[in-house]
């Protein structure tokens, strides 16, 4: 039987400035909208333009709001309303953990939705090039998840060459299920993602990207969460499922109608003014 390997007792907290902190998990939401941010400026000036870079500046911080607020509160819908119903002050302890992506996918709709319609934009062509980068996010929170010692996964079999005892909860070795949804759900999808978006025909269909990340995710997590442990305070649902897998039904849905309807709309190929914040060639044209 090989060794077990036993979960590193990682500090939660990357770096000390005296009385404050910043956490691995604050870090990782940073770094992630920091590098969505960059990337996106590239993908939105890609033909057919879906936005200037101004734009994409302007939606970060949109987009930080719609993450922050839509995961919080979706945590407090989607898994303990008893809990903050009674202890309302507990929902603004966002130190303490509780975010849900389902929520905050729902908040970064709401914020493409508006921005979009307030800026004139194209909500399927910006939602293309701003769910590509969404699986940065993905990937380094569940990194985060590993690094605090959270999330984990269901028992594994000892010999299972990866499978490891977390010292929370109990001494019986479980999957790193942090790790596998950091695979699947980051670095996987966004692969997938980052290459389909590099085909103009594919650009020019707009929806096309946003709902195959919308179903790719739905796939991922519905899978990933065969081996990861259910919160304590809902467990299995009927049937054996998961709140996780739940919530991915209508995602999937939604994701497989917005490919479907992208394929069956004519293709898109007119492009939007000259960004302003290029420089002009002598004949007024950006280049």
Known sequence: MLPVLIFPQFDPVMVHFGPFAIRWYAMAYIVALVAGWRIARHLAALPPRAATTLQVDDFLTWATLGVVLGGRLGYILFYQPGFYLTHPLAILQVWRGGMSFHGGAAGVIIALIVFTRLNGLSFLAFSDRITTVVPIGLGLGRLANFING??????????????????????????????????????????LLWCVSRSLRVRQHPGFIAGLFLFGYAVARTVCECFREPDAFIGFLPFGVTMGQVLCVPMAIGGAGLMLNAYMRPARTSVMADDPDEPASDDGTAR
């Open 150 to 191: 959270e999330l984990w996964g269901r028992p594994a079999p000892s010999s299972l060459p990866w499978a490891m005892i977390f010292p929370d909860a109990g001494p019986e070795p479980r999957h790193p299920s942090e790790l596998y949804e950091a695979f699947a759900e980051g670095l996987l999808l966004f692969t």
